[in-house]
């Protein structure tokens, strides 16, 4: 007789399994490797390629000064192109599960701060995180972290700063996404020296939210690093 809560499945002769009602089995080597090849794949196969094409559009876009039609035809078509993106990074999202935002942005960001502060001894102050939706897409929150935290990075390796601020904002339709820091500065912000500090890979995932990410610096002034975009690409 069977245990109570204790549900016979269905075996080859001579080897019964018992499942509890409710309990989670764990993916097998076999399901692990499947899931890792797809999400292989379609990064390196779909999802680099989308993003090759967002970043095109946008090139050609510059060249259509004055053309109105083509700039709106390019809009839509980078519009579609950013639509597929996200729901093929949701998909390795889901694949890889990695993990998001979650639903409290503002919870988020000072348990970030509060860990940098930590580890660096430098002081730390987020303001108005209220002002954003509390709940992010997986789009947009996966990219967004990856902002914030190649800025911090950089604030952590090459500033030299005491303090840095974070603070979100809205209006008219629009999010911003403002750090800044009063370290050293630098000189030139467009060189290949900030290249190699992440700034392009930044610029490119604000881009891929249909947003811009612009940076200031200057020696003794600190750096600040602008991002902003349309609220609706936060949720959808």
């Given at each position: 007789m069977s245990q109570p809560g204790?549900?016979?499945?269905?075996?080859?002769?001579?080897?019964?399994?018992?499942?509890?009602?409710?309990?989670?089995?764990?993916?097998?080597?076999?399901?692990?490797?499947?899931r890792q090849w797809l999400a292989r794949e379609l990064h390196d196969g779909v999802a680099q390629v989308l993003t090759g094409m967002v970043m095109e559009i946008e090139q050609v876009k510059a060249e259509q000064t004055g053309r109105r039609g083509a700039q709106e035809a390019l809009d839509s078509l980078q519009a579609s192109t950013r639509n597929v993106l996200a729901s093929v990074r949701q998909t390795l999202l889901t694949l890889r599960g990695e993990p998001t935002l979650g639903p409290n942005l503002d919870e988020w960001l000072q348990a970030l701060l509060d860990r940098f502060h930590a580890e660096t001894g430098i002081e730390t102050r987020l303001l108005g995180a209220d002002s954003w939706p509390a709940q992010l897409s997986a789009h947009a929150s996966i990219n967004l972290s990856r902002i914030v935290e190649e800025a911090l990075h950089n604030v952590r390796l090459h500033s030299g700063a005491q303090l840095v601020?974070?603070?979100?904002?809205?209006?008219?339709?629009?999010?911003?996404?403002?750090?800044?820091?009063?370290?050293?500065?630098?000189?030139?912000?467009?060189?290949?020296?900030?290249?190699?500090?992440?700034?392009?890979?930044?610029?490119?995932?604000?881009?891929?939210?249909?947003?811009?990410?612009?940076?200031?610096?200057?020696?003794?002034?600190?750096?600040?690093?602008?991002?902003?975009?349309?609220?609706?690409?936060?949720?959808?």
């Open positions: 204790v549900v016979l499945k269905r075996a080859e002769p001579g080897h019964l399994q018992s499942v509890r009602p409710g309990a989670r089995q764990r993916p097998s080597s076999a399901e692990v490797y499947v601020l974070v603070s979100l904002s809205e209006a008219d339709g629009v999010a911003r996404l403002y750090l800044r820091d009063d370290g050293r500065g630098r000189k030139e912000v467009d060189g290949p020296a900030w290249q190699g500090l992440g700034t392009l890979g930044m610029k490119e995932r604000a881009l891929i939210l249909g947003g811009e990410l612009r940076v200031e610096s200057g020696f003794g002034d600190g750096t600040a690093i602008e991002l902003r975009l349309p609220v609706g690409m936060l949720t959808s």
